[in-house]
């Protein structure tokens, strides 16, 4: 039977698989448009802590959004309970393939038929992920920034993505007010975050050079583009494990990449230095 896409999405719940920076984000975005949003992660304390930051963060969304309607948020221990009716699921685990591609085969297996399966990966491509599913015509990136204040959402094809899939979605997310923008053809690092892996790379390599600090680079990126925060403040708010993550894998590509950007982020990871959620990175967060 030819894959059909759900049509009933507003009856349905969305789940979030991990409650991370990112995953309780984007439980957050979902359930400003009214959807009753599952988070499911292994942690009980990560579990709990996403739960409780979408529901102290969900008014203030709500209120600041036109046409938005709280929804409801729960915690779900067990995957297949989290996922069971959902008309999406958002993989939201840490970037790696040996993590992710297990993790999408057993969610084909056991989701509804018409289940959508999103990656929320920012570098992997949806095409490494289906090496075990099944249905590989529901699968495609669906990759956050980092709502509630930067809403824009890159789609991408796994390459065999049904394109019905992508319209629904064109036409959906703006509901829960996210902004999509499609990828036409496989990129790395999709539409912006291309752009902005060179601008973050080089302000790595000013400071590992010597050149400069983080508190310049960034009041310097402010004054200029009269942006609210900096490169390392944003580095600091993704975590820096998850940067560093993601320039390992832009490096595995392009062997051509300077090692000074990375290096720093080495020191700062292996000193357990991982940003606002360690209490801090480049910058302290003790209080």
């Not at 896409?5 to 719940?13: G, L, V, W």
């Not at 790696?96 to 992997?124: C, E, F, M, Q, W």
């Not at 789609?155 to 036409?171: F, H, K, N, R, Y």
């Amino acid at each position: 039977m030819p894959y059909q896409p759900p049509r009933d999405t507003a009856d349905r719940p969305v789940t979030v698989i991990g409650g991370g920076t990112l995953g309780r984000r984007i439980a957050l975005m979902f359930a400003s448009g009214g959807a009753e949003v599952r988070i499911h992660d292994l942690s009980d304390e990560v579990r709990a802590a996403a739960v409780a930051y979408v529901e102290e963060t969900l008014p203030g969304v709500v209120a600041a959004r036109d046409g938005a309607t709280a929804g409801s948020v729960r915690g779900e221990e067990d995957l297949e309970a989290a996922v069971a009716d959902a008309w999406l699921v958002v993989e939201a685990v840490p970037e790696r393939l040996d993590l992710k591609t297990p993790l999408s085969g057993r969610l084909d297996a056991i989701v509804a038929a018409d289940t959508i399966l999103a990656t929320n990966s920012s570098s992997y491509a949806s095409r490494l992920v289906i090496d075990e599913v099944q249905h590989p015509e529901r699968v495609l990136n669906v990759h956050f920034y980092m709502p509630p204040q930067q809403n824009a959402v890159d789609l991408m094809s796994d390459g065999q993505t049904d394109p019905a899939v992508i319209d629904l979605l064109l036409e959906v997310l703006p509901r829960y007010g996210v902004h999509p923008f499609l990828a036409r053809r496989e990129s790395t690092g999709f539409i912006f975050n291309r752009i902005w892996a060179a601008i973050k790379r080089e302000a790595l390599a000013v400071v590992a050079d010597g050149v400069s600090t983080p508190e310049d680079v960034d009041a310097m990126w402010q004054v200029n583009s009269g942006a609210p925060a900096g490169p390392f403040r944003m580095m600091d708010q993704v975590g820096l494990d998850v940067v560093l993550d993601i320039e390992e894998h832009y490096a595995a590509e392009d062997p051509h990449l300077p090692e000074g950007p990375r290096r720093l982020l080495c020191e700062y990871v292996d000193a357990g230095h991982l940003g606002v959620k360690t209490g801090r990175g480049f910058y302290r967060y003790d209080d």
